[in-house]
């Protein structure tokens, strides 16, 4: 069975202090997997997509790499205004159907005092 | 371009009733995913919609049940309504090519069964 985990649950940071989250994966044939941010009672807004293994994507402050069993979203400079929830997203090779289907993690609740 | 469309945003329905949700996807997609999101399972796929076809079905019972029109717009229908519904209902639009593009998702509706 496909597998994300996500770690860790919840991240407190202070403006300024860089750190990273974590993505890992256990899944037969990666597609594509996905990054997205969601603030609360919202819909998820999408921030990256990687589809191959040393691919890495950038936007303002947040960095998004992958490997050959998980990913990285580090976030570089925070600022209370990066508070949200992150979620990753994989999408697996089953068949020709299978695009529309993501599963996620469960998130990491990022909170980045000023 | 106008974003993923659901409406309503809040719904609150009694236990055994019945509720349908809708989805006007960006202009040009045409594949249209729902998700389902609680505190305790985060987000779990549905099912997908293209071409007015259901091609892939996620694990949950066929009480929830969709469909989509030919402008790509689609609905989703809970019947017999149970209190464990309760939920934050999304919706997803993506441009269906070659490559695995990434999902666009609406604000949601929230569904409150009492």
């Known amino acids: 069975e496909d597998q994300v985990t996500q770690s860790p649950e919840a991240l407190r940071l202070q403006e300024g202090e860089s750190s990273s989250l974590n993505c890992s994966y256990t899944?037969?044939?990666?597609?594509?997997l996905f990054w997205y941010r969601q603030d609360p009672g919202k819909g998820p807004e999408f921030l990256f997509t990687?589809?191959?293994a040393g691919e890495e994507k950038e936007k303002e402050r947040l960095k998004a790499t992958l490997t050959k069993k998980e990913s990285f979203l580090h976030i570089t400079a925070p600022k209370p205004e990066d508070s949200a929830t992150y979620l990753c997203?994989?999408?697996?090779?089953?068949?020709?159907?299978?695009?529309?289907?993501?599963?996620f993690g469960q998130g990491t609740i990022l909170t980045v005092h000023p | 371009k106008a974003g993923v469309t659901q409406t309503p945003r809040y719904l609150i329905k009694t236990r055994g009733q019945q509720v349908t949700l809708s989805c006007s996807p960006i202009s040009g997609h045409r594949s249209v995913s729902w998700y389902q999101q609680t505190p305790g399972q985060g987000l779990q796929f549905l099912f997908e919609?293209?071409?007015?076809?259901?091609?892939n079905k996620g694990n949950f019972p066929g009480r929830f049940s969709g469909r989509q029109f030919s402008n790509s717009r689609s609905e989703m229908n809970v019947s017999t309504l149970e209190l464990g519904d309760s939920a934050l209902y999304l919706c997803a639009s993506r441009e269906v090519t070659t490559m695995n593009t990434e999902a666009f998702f609406g604000q949601g509706t929230r569904l409150t069964v009492v």
């Open positions: 997203a994989v999408n697996v090779a089953a068949g020709g159907t299978s695009y529309g289907k993501l599963t």
């Open positions: 990687l589809y191959s």
């Open positions: 919609y293209f071409s007015e076809t259901q091609r």
């Open positions: 899944v037969s044939g990666l597609r594509g």
